[in-house]
């Protein structure tokens, strides 16, 4: 084999190497994945360091562990899936952002249905998180619910709509398909509630929306509380 042949070939596995190491630097941004993909890096808890778990009952668990900079924990139900609220914090940099984020099960799979980004300078982050609040108003048995999408990428036409379920001792009493107003960075609703002891609200917020380049794209929170 030829000195050149040998050259020329070095040459092309270096190239082919940093090609493919460039395209897998690009795979991992943010915007290639949607939430639950992206935050499945950091709580994948065969990827941590210094596990710890603690029992809370026969169906909960609560995890710990590090990841890269990260100190994260969270919960797990009985089938090692991850539920209810996350906390994902950078052990380094206090400035740095941070994330809560809130895992649901959805058709028997992980779903991360709420997540607030912040930092301790500036607090939450409501331009790049998506997650739902809600608020009494002066209003006898009145609420209002707001949410927050991810507006970093401005939005040429957007809408939305919640719709509600109320439960009672486990009986449905009342449903609505309600508009969102817009005010601001957030969309909200008033709505009147029952006056049923342990009420409990169930439901799906959506938001339709168009960027300026044409692309389309649904947003959604599942609602989930209750009230009593």
């Not at 139900?77 to 940099?93: A, G, H, L």
Request: proline letters at 2%.
């Amino acid at each position: 084999m030829s000195k050149v042949y040998i050259i020329i070939l070095i040459i092309f596995t270096v190239y082919s190497c940093k090609k493919e190491n460039h395209k897998g630097d690009i795979e991992i941004k943010k915007e290639n994945y949607n939430p639950t993909e992206y935050f499945s890096f950091p709580t994948n808890m065969k990827k941590w360091k210094k596990y710890e778990e603690s029992t809370i009952n026969d169906s909960i668990k609560k995890v710990r562990g590090e990841f890269e900079n990260y100190k994260i924990e969270g919960y797990v139900n009985q089938y090692n899936q991850k539920i209810n609220w996350w906390n994902i914090v950078n052990k380094k940099d206090i400035q740095a952002d941070n994330v809560r984020l809130e895992y649901r099960i959805i058709d028997n799979k992980e779903y991360v249905n709420q997540y607030i980004n912040h930092d301790s300078k500036n607090g939450d982050d409501t331009i790049s998180s998506l997650f739902y609040l809600k608020e009494k108003l002066d209003k006898p048995n009145t609420l209002r619910y707001k949410f927050y999408t991810p507006n970093k990428k401005k939005k040429a036409n957007t809408s939305a709509t919640v719709l509600l379920s109320y439960f009672s001792d486990n009986q449905e009493i009342k449903t609505e398909d309600l508009k969102c107003l817009k005010k601001n960075n957030y969309y909200y609703v008033d709505i009147h509630i029952p006056t049923d002891n342990n009420l409990i609200i169930k439901g799906l917020f959506e938001e339709g929306h168009e960027y300026k380049d044409g692309e389309m794209g649904v947003t959604d929170i599942y609602v989930l509380d209750t009230l009593k």
